[in-house]
Structures are given as C-alpha cells and as structure tokens.
C-alpha cells in the first residue's frame, strides 16, 4: 500500500508541475485570434467602409434633370425631391411620375442626346 501512495504522490508533484509549466489558453489561441480579427477588419470592414462612404457621395450628389435608372430597373429623369430628402420623384413618360426612395437609384445614365452632341464633330 506504501509503494501506491509513494506513486500517487509522484503523480500528483508532475500533474502539478505540468500544470505551472504550461501555457494558458490565451497564451496559445491568443496571438492567431488577434491575427483573424485584423485580417478581417482590412479584408472587410475597411472595404465596405468605404464602398459605403462612395454610395452616399453619390447619392448626395444627385441632382434635378439627372437621367437615372433603379435598383429595379426603371430609367427615369429625376424632376424633384422630398422635403426631407429620403424620397425622389422620377419622370418616366410625359405624364408618369414615380416616387421612389433615394437609396435604390442604381446608377446614373447618360442621356442619348448628349452622347450624340459630344460625338458629332463638325465636317467641313
């Protein structure tokens, strides 16, 4: 019985050991971890950061006349905005106008008009 003991001790003093000896979780999940998080803030925080600076640049920039088409698909030409800003009136026809949220006008279209007067040089 003394000779399980004297072992069951000796285990115990290496269990203990083992344990000052080795690393905290911290210590070995820590320096990856904090590897992820920084790759993922410049693979997609700053990216869309910026995307989303360049859409409300954008938007704030538009202005009355201004050939547009939506997120939907309409083109149209913008004739007026709401009074707090969020809406936009859009002429599609002669006498069809649509109100639509400033938000889901895609892109800005140049009109084939001026596309034409630009292309045109004078032949003499």
Not at 4 to 15: E, Q
Not at 20 to 46: D, R
Not at 65 to 82: E, K, L
């Amino acid at each position: 019985m003394g000779n399980w003991s004297l072992l069951l001790n000796h285990v115990l003093l290496l269990a203990e050991e083992a344990a000052k000896e080795s690393p905290g979780i911290f210590e070995i999940f820590g320096p990856p971890l904090m590897i992820m998080i920084m790759l993922y803030y410049f693979f997609v925080i700053l990216p869309q950061n910026k995307d989303r600076k360049g859409r409300d640049s954008f938007l704030d920039h538009l202005k009355k006349n201004d050939q547009v088409v939506t997120i939907g698909g309409i083109y149209g030409t913008i004739s007026g905005f709401s009074a707090d800003g969020t809406q936009v009136t859009i002429r599609v026809d002669d006498n069809t106008r649509i109100r639509v949220r400033k938000s889901s006008i895609e892109s800005v279209v140049k009109s084939e008009g001026s596309d034409k007067k630009s292309d045109e040089t004078p032949s003499k």
